[in-house]
Each structure stands twice: as structure tokens, then as C-alpha cells.
């Protein structure tokens, strides 16, 4: 393959996305020497960026590389690269990738971080990815996944995260460009389990949050958090996933950060509901998107339709889109027909 014949020091790298994530990754690529072209939405990030650098509106207190070139234009960030890194929320992928996606080259490696399920058609990431395209790009897309809030990983804390890809020598490729001492990378080749684990466990850690704003205690969250990790599996089997990848990073390890950190929007945004807070109220004090809640509706939707039994996901789409009160949902999981462990239904 053409890339693993570039000098990886002079890959040509652009980010698509300023959120936390995209920004703690664009200058964690930026100090490690790569020159970064950073697509920003809002102008008012771009002139704080290049006058400031700084994102103080979604990374707040992070000093940014000077090699950082932000840009509210996507094509001298989508021109001419050996990969681009897309970080966008999971509802606006479609619409941002269709704008840009002329000026993608068939040489370009697309890597997605962002983490979600498209609402109407159920595709994870990579696949709305692989629509936009077509066959343009043939395997050149990989998926980065794992326990790794934005925050820390810009503060250099060590982090461990995993990178899917269906052509091994893509996967080791961006293994390369993104490994430092701090972020460790590893591959495997299981797109769909990695993304599947990355999108449904922030849902499964809004039912965590409102475990815990009800006050339920310790045993309780343990329980949900292994209890939500059977059903992150069962979909992900019936979808053709490796069973395996869900003892992984981006599996139990992203499930169980997401789950119990206060740095997780999701678990902030359940812990709220379990307090008695209703959830437009909570949204519309949030600059950053919490993926969990348009995530529900499609995992609602996806399990219903391939008939796999996700009682626990069941129950938070019904406390977000049907009103329904969070104490009865867990009294209703607790009260379901006796089961087996490790019956997979």
C-alpha cells in the first residue's frame, strides 16, 4: 500500500471537527510535529484558536500547538491529505461529509472518531461513511475507539485506545501516526464491534447516570454496568461482531469510563434526569452534544427490528422520549421474567 511508504513524519493530516475531542486530538497530533488543517464550525473558535490558542468553549485550559492551522473552509483541510480525522457529531456526519467529500482524494485514509448510530438508517459511523463515498475510497476507513476523555488525553494522561480497520495495513498505519508515550494504540479488525461498543455505551451510561441520581448505590451500577455490556454484545453478535471486542478497550474499557466519570455528558446528562430534571430542560444548558440520547432512539429501533432484547436501553428511550418515570424503569428491570445469566436473550 502507497502510505506505509510516506515518511509518516510528513503524513498530511486534517480534522475535521473542534469539539473536545477533535481538538484534544488535533493537538495531540499537532505536538507530536504533524501540521494540522483543523475544520472549526464556529469562526468565533477559529479566531480564539489562532489569537488565543486556546478552545476555551470546548476544551478549556488546554494550551493548543501553534501547529494547528484552524479553518472555517473545508477544503484546505479535506485537499491533498493522507488522512483525515472526522470527529463530528453522529447526526451532522452525513450532511458534513456529502459537503466535502469532493475534495477527499482516493488516496486519503478516513478515520472516524465520532460515535453514534444514525437515526433513520442504523448505520454506525463507518457506514455512513462508506454511503457518502461509495466505492470511492474502496477500505481506506478506520474507526479510533476506547476509554478516552478529551480532557485528559489533552492533559497527557496516559490512555489506551484502539483503532478497527478491515485492511490491517490501514489499521497499522494510523496506529503509527497517533502513538505516543501517552496514547498507546492498538489494532483489530472488528469495525462494527468497536463502533457498536462506542455508540450504545453512551447509552447505557445515561441509565448509569440515573442510577446514580436516584441514589441507588454501588451494587446497583455494578450490576447495570455488566448487565449493559450483555447488551452491547448481544446486538453487536447479531450484527456480526467478534465477541471478543467487547472484552476490549472499546468495549468493557470505554463502557465502564463513560459510566462512572464525572467527565462523561452522558452519565451528567442521566444523573440530572434521576435528580428530577426533564431532559430539554438539561439539553438546553449544554454546548456539547451528549451522543446517548439520539443514540437511544436508534438503538430502540435497530433491537426491535432484528428482535434482540435490550431491556436496559428499552428503558431509557421510554425515560427520555416517552416521559416515563426513571424509579419505575428500574422497578420494571427488576421485576422481568427470571432468566438464565448467560441465555442470550
Known amino acids: 500500500m502507497d502510505h506505509m511508504l510516506v515518511d509518516i513524519n510528513k503524513t498530511k493530516i486534517g480534522v475535521v471537527g473542534a469539539g473536545s475531542w477533535g481538538t484534544a486530538l488535533a493537538n495531540q497530533l499537532a505536538e507530536k510535529g504533524f501540521i494540522i488543517d483543523l475544520w472549526v ?29 484552524p479553518s472555517n473552509d473545508f477544503h484546505p483541510v479535506a485537499s491533498d491529505k493522507d488522512l483525515l480525522l472526522v470527529v463530528v457529531p453522529s447526526h451532522l456526519m452525513r450532511e458534513t461529509m456529502t459537503r466535502l467529500k469532493d475534495l477527499v482524494s ?33 477500505e481506506k476507513f478506520a474507526v479510533l475507539s476506547g476509554p478516552s476523555f478529551a480532557k485528559e488525553v489533552a492533559r ?45 455505551k453512551n447509552v447505557i451510561a445515561i441509565a448509569s447516570g440515573i442510577v446514580d441520581g436516584l441514589g441507588l448505590g454501588l451494587n446497583t451500577r455494578a ?32 463502557l465502564m469510563l463513560t459510566c462512572t466519570g464525572d467527565l462523561s455528558r452522558n452519565h451528567t446528562v442521566g444523573k440530572q434526569i434521576g ?3 426533564k431532559l430539554q430542560e438539561i439539553l438546553g444548558e449544554m454546548r456539547m452534544v451528549a451522543e446517548g440520547v439520539k443514540t437511544a432512539k ?20 421510554r425515560v427520555l422520549y416517552e416521559d416515563r418515570s426513571p424509579a419505575d424503569a428500574v422497578y420494571r428491570l427488576m421485576t422481568r421474567s427470571l432468566k438464565n445469566e448467560f441465555d442470550e436473550v
Do not use: C, W
Open 106 to 138: 482516493e488516496k486519503t485514509i478516513l478515520v472516524s472518531a465520532s460515535k453514534g448510530i444514525e437515526n433513520k438508517t442504523h448505520l454506525t459511523m463507518s457506514g455512513v461513511l462508506k454511503e457518502v463515498f461509495s466505492n470511492r475510497l474502496k
Open 223 to 254: 450490576a447495570l454496568i455488566t448487565r449493559g455490556l450483555t447488551e452491547i454484545r448481544r446486538l453487536g453478535l447479531r450484527l456480526g461482531a467478534k465477541p471478543e471486542t467487547f472484552s476490549g478497550l472499546a468495549g468493557v474499557g470505554d
Open 298 to 317: 436508534s438503538v430502540y429501533n435497530l433491537s426491535r427490528k432484528l428482535d434482540v432484547e435490550m431491556p436496559i436501553s428499552h428503558e431509557v428511550y
Open 156 to 200: 497527557g494522561v496516559p490512555t489506551l485506545v484502539t483503532v478497527a480497520a478491515e485492511n490491517q495495513m490501514v489499521a497499522e498505519f494510523v496506529q503509527h501516526v497517533f502513538a505516543t508515550p501517552t496514547f498507546r494504540v492498538y489494532t483489530i479488525d472488528d469495525m462494527i464491534g468497536v463502533e457498536l461498543g462506542g455508540a450504545v
Open 41 to 69: 464550525f464556529e469562526s468565533q473558535v477559529k479566531q480564539e484558536i489562532l489569537e488565543h490558542r486556546e478552545n476555551s468553549i470546548f476544551l478549556p485550559g488546554i494550551t493548543l500547538s501553534k501547529n494547528i492551522l
Open 275 to 277: 435528580q428530577g430534571r
